[in-house]
């Protein structure tokens, strides 16, 4: 009233070849997961700098066009414009450093 199990037994050779091929699986895998996590990376970094560039523009707008809250908007942006190159880009705009902000540019 039993069943017949069959198993066929593999040689050497060919688990070794089950294994190498299970190895080059692995690897194609985790080379297309490091290629996704690399692609993650780049648009996370895009769009931090897309949110950068929109908020530099919002923020260049409302001075423009409420220029009674320059002195108030460069007390919060100055401080945080520590790069003398990036102090320097300043040059021009409503934000541009002063001597009483830590140097002119």
């Not at 039993?2 to 699986?25: D, N, P």
């Not at 942006?77 to 001597?99: I, N, S």
Request: charged content about 30%.
């Amino acid at each position: 009233m039993g069943f017949a199990v069959t198993e066929k037994k593999l040689t050497t050779t060919e688990l070794e070849a089950r294994i190498s091929a299970a190895r080059e699986r692995e690897k194609r895998a985790r080379n297309a997961a490091a290629r996704l996590q690399r692609q993650l990376v780049t648009v996370d970094r895009k769009l931090a700098a897309q949110q950068k560039i929109v908020l530099g523009a919002a923020l260049l707008r409302l001075a423009q066009a409420s220029p009674e809250r320059v002195d108030g908007l460069r007390r919060l942006v100055l401080p945080h414009v520590a790069r003398p190159g990036d102090r320097a880009c300043l040059a021009g705009t409503p934000f541009a450093p002063g001597e009483n902000d830590g140097g002119a540019a």
